[in-house]
């Protein structure tokens, strides 16, 4: 049975630093792209970053652009969202999820991204930022 792991997030102030790190048991991560979405409070689950399986290929959403890095370490099986520069507008559950339709996708990522197309979710990570 496939399981997702989010973890790392937490509660910060404006301008702090967050690093999520997603694993998986079920599945191979090194074999998918993955994306990281967010849901914010009373909001749909909404896409913010993608990277390829071999970490060639990222997209952001444009409200992180220049503050949050993507990157996977295929090695660890594991996945990373480094959040620097954090704003209030931020706050949600953070989720990672492969792309279980097309795992080996490697060109340009377009936002929104429908969750709906991805089948695997975790409990996802809660990140707060306060003001």
């Known amino acids: 049975q496939v399981q997702l792991v989010e973890s790392g997030g937490g509660s910060v102030q404006a301008g702090g630093s967050l690093r999520l790190a997603c694993t998986a048991s079920?599945?191979?991560?090194?074999?998918?792209?993955i994306c990281w979405f967010r849901q914010a409070p009373g909001k749909e689950r909404a896409g913010v970053s993608c990277i390829s399986w071999s970490g060639s290929r990222v997209d952001y959403v444009d409200f992180v652009k220049g503050r949050f890095t993507i990157s996977r370490d295929n090695a660890k099986n594991t996945v990373y969202l480094q959040m620097t520069l954090l704003k209030p507008e931020d706050t949600g559950v953070y989720y990672c999820?492969?792309?279980?339709?097309?795992?080996?996708?490697?060109?340009?990522?377009?936002?929104?991204?429908?969750?709906?197309?991805?089948?695997?979710w975790g409990q996802g990570t809660q990140v707060t930022v306060g003001s």
């Open positions: 999820a492969p792309d279980v339709v097309d795992p080996r996708y490697s060109g340009p990522r377009s936002f929104p991204l429908v969750p709906g197309d991805f089948r695997y």
């Open positions: 079920g599945l191979r991560l090194s074999n998918y792209a």
